[in-house]
């Protein structure tokens, strides 16, 4: 199966700060099938992006997603308080889909 | 709104068995794939479940073959995870989660449902 390792696994940053997550596959796949979600502590993960660059309904634009082969990144512009959670990716090209660990992004 | 609210975890004995319920609402139900993920203590999300739109296919994680059933009744807009034979490494919280299709990714998740298998 895929290993999806996300890097860092905590990121400390200031509202209005740009955040750069990381997604690496142990194999190489299409970037048609990579996912980003948000979640909050008590809340339910939340969609952010699919097939690596398209936003989900209702994720502003300071979110943008990049990446090929076995290196995917999520990039937030400026961080709003509300961006603050763990971020995961997820593959779905081959099975089983598998999910990367998280990234925690905290306020400093 | 969409909503997936899952009920029915909590703390149980070495082979006993739990079931954990999803009920959805604000979306179609019975469009989607319904899978249950779960995230154990310091680990990351696997999938444990999934069934197709009309309930005719189930997949299973091998370490929960034959112990876990997943199920759902599009009519009450449901879907469950029947757990038998519970281990401690089944100790996760739990969520239910929608996609269009059997390998994809997921619109929609609920909040997650704390299981715990402990003596």
């Known amino acids: 199966e895929i290993v999806l390792t996300q890097s860092p696994g905590t990121l400390s940053l200031s509202p209005g700060e740009r955040a750069t997550l990381s997604c690496r596959a142990s194999?190489?796949?299409?970037?048609?099938?990579l996912a980003w979600y948000q979640h909050k502590p008590g809340q339910a993960p939340r969609l952010v992006m699919s097939g690596t660059t398209k936003r989900a309904t209702g994720i502003p634009d300071r979110f943008s997603g990049s990446g090929s082969g076995t290196d995917f990144t999520l990039t937030i512009s400026r961080l709003e308080p509300e961006d603050f959670a763990v971020y995961f990716c997820q593959q779905y090209g081959r099975s089983p889909i598998t999910f990367g660990g998280g990234t925690k992004v905290e306020i400093k | 709104e969409v909503q997936l609210a899952a009920s029915g975890g909590g703390l149980v004995q070495p082979g006993g068995s739990l079931r954990l319920s999803c009920e959805a609402s604000?979306?179609?139900?019975?469009?989607?794939?319904k899978t249950w993920v779960r995230q154990a203590p310091g680990k990351g999300l696997e999938w444990v479940a999934k069934i197709s739109q009309d309930g005719s296919k189930q997949y299973y994680l091998d370490s929960v073959k034959g112990r876990f059933t997943i199920s759902r009744d599009n009519a009450k807009n449901s879907l469950y995870l029947q757990m038998n034979s519970l281990r401690a490494e089944d100790t996760a919280v739990y969520y239910c989660?929608?996609?269009?299709?059997?390998?994809?990714?997921?619109?929609?998740w609920g909040r997650g449902n704390l299981v715990t298998v402990s003596s």
């Open positions: 989660a929608s996609s269009m299709f059997g390998e994809y990714y997921f619109d929609y």
């Open positions: 604000g979306f179609n139900f019975s469009n989607y794939w």
């Open positions: 194999q190489s796949f299409s970037s048609k099938y």
